[in-house]
């Protein structure tokens, strides 16, 4: 394949171009911004980061912190910007997300095999994709509307709608940091979160305006879905009164240092920046109305002047049913020419998205055959294969990978997918060379 056109600069889409560009093929790499933004974008950037500045743990043993693994050693783009970008957030991966973001365009522009052109494609038939040997979809959840229902069109009108939620961002001078505490989860001396303690009736009455406040309502064509691993911190509410004290707001291995005691429920701030200027309220994703937001949000102890530099918002995310439309390569079953990557497919995550991204771009321009199930990639596209009667997103986990088939406590059963998941990478590695 000459020519390749690759739609939507975001991380599966960069990742993709990159590993295009990089094997000498030709790449022409299409994003509407600045021309159009989506409902939560804001920066003209590319791969631009809108739910949050946090790629998760980097724990090797988990299956997220596998797979990054896997992505670093297959030269991933994201990693690359994450290891330049990086702020303090305990076991996690978190970046500064302006920073990513410029690191990444800057490491496009400088590819001689790759063309930016900042124009919104509407469908597939555009002539400006005739003379292109293959396409990649990779326009993230938030596809426009017009390449959505052209998509639509193609693999069926009842496969694409869902819904996702991004959470607010603070202005920590404006938060009161004589009621919180800088602490990670049990480690309080390493101070990556701030941490805003409730007591009962605190939380209770958190969770009583959760559930009575003015919500967003769904466009007239939009049917209404969440996926289970980021539902609407007000949805989570409406599931019980203690689900948030068990979930997102759970105090375990949180000791406010001035009781010396763990409170009822805590509310976690994870700073955006290397400056710590801007504070992401971890797990409150939501789609309340602005002016609810900002009203129920003030309750949280240390947040009652709260300025908010971004508010929360309700988005349509856009996948497929992908063991029914796509072939295992990702091809459209209808149109072999066209291509799909990233949360698009019906995997979930930053990190997911860009590692799918990644493979498609190897496959395509260094013929890289799909990975064994026992590496995290593999398993992560091994969901996308597998036929479900309502097919849902996912993240990686290791419960996507083949059964161990021994008995292991859960800290060494981690240990041992994580010990057999690499020793089927570097076995696939060495079959095609990279």
């Known amino acids: 394949m000459s020519h390749i056109a690759v739609i939507g600069a975001g991380l599966a889409g960069c990742e993709c171009a990159l590993a295009l560009a990089r094997a ?194 769904p466009r007239d064509f939009e049917s209404e879905a969440h996926f289970e691993g980021c539902l609407p911190v007000e949805v989570m509410a409406e599931r019980g009164d203690m689900t948030l004290a068990f979930g997102p707001l759970k105090p375990v291995g949180l000791e406010d240092p001035r009781t010396g005691k763990q409170a009822f429920a805590v509310v976690q701030l994870r700073p955006e920046n290397l400056e710590r200027t801007a504070l992401n309220l971890v797990g409150f994703q939501t789609k309340l109305t602005y002016p609810e937001q900002k009203r129920v949000f003030r309750l949280i102890p240390g947040l009652e002047n709260a300025e908010f530099l971004r508010l929360g918002s309700i988005h349509r995310n856009t996948y497929v049913d992908a063991p029914m439309v796509l072939t295992p390569e990702l091809a459209l079953k209808s149109d072999p020419r066209v291509f799909l990557a990233g949360q698009i497919t019906g995997v979930e995550g930053y990190v997911e998205s860009a590692a799918c991204g990644l493979w498609l771009g190897l496959h395509l321009g260094s013929a890289a055959p799909l990975p064994p199930r026992e590496t995290a990639l593999g398993a992560l596209l091994g969901h996308l294969q597998t036929p479900a009667k309502n097919f849902q997103p996912s993240n990686v986990q290791f419960g996507l990978m083949p059964p161990l088939n021994q008995r292991a406590g859960k800290r060494k059963r981690m240990a041992l997918y994580a010990e057999r998941g690499r020793k089927a990478l570097a076995a696939w590695q060495a079959g095609f060379g990279r």
């Not at 946090?54 to 090797?60: I, K, T, Y």
């Not at 996690?92 to 930016?116: C, H, M, W, Y």
């Not at 961002?169 to 602490?183: E, G, K, M, P, T």
Request: aromatic share 6%.
């Open 24 to 217: 000498g093929r030709s790449v022409t790499l299409y994003e509407m911004k600045p021309q159009r933004f989506s409902p939560a974008h804001v920066s003209p950037g590319l791969a631009e980061l809108v739910c949050s500045n946090s790629l998760r743990s980097d724990d090797p043993e988990t299956a997220v912190g596998l797979l990054k693994e896997e992505m670093r050693a297959l030269g991933s783009l994201t990693m690359e910007a994450a290891a330049a970008t990086r702020v303090p957030a305990g076991k996690a991966l978190a970046v500064d997300r302006e920073r990513f973001s410029a690191e990444i365009t800057g490491k496009l522009a400088a590819q001689p095999n790759l063309t930016l052109v900042r124009r919104e494609i509407a469908a597939l038939d555009d002539p400006d994709l005739a003379e292109a040997q293959a396409i990649v979809v990779a326009a993230g959840p938030l596809a426009s509307d017009a390449l959505a229902e052209d998509l639509a069109r193609r693999v069926g009108r009842d496969r694409l709608a869902f819904y996702d939620a991004i959470a607010p961002i603070v202005d920590a001078a404006s938060v009161n940091q004589d009621v919180c505490f800088w602490a990670s989860r049990y480690k309080p001396e390493e101070k990556d979160y701030l941490n805003c303690p409730l007591d009962e009736a605190q939380y209770l009455r958190l969770v009583a305006e959760l559930k009575a406040g003015e919500k967003v309502k």
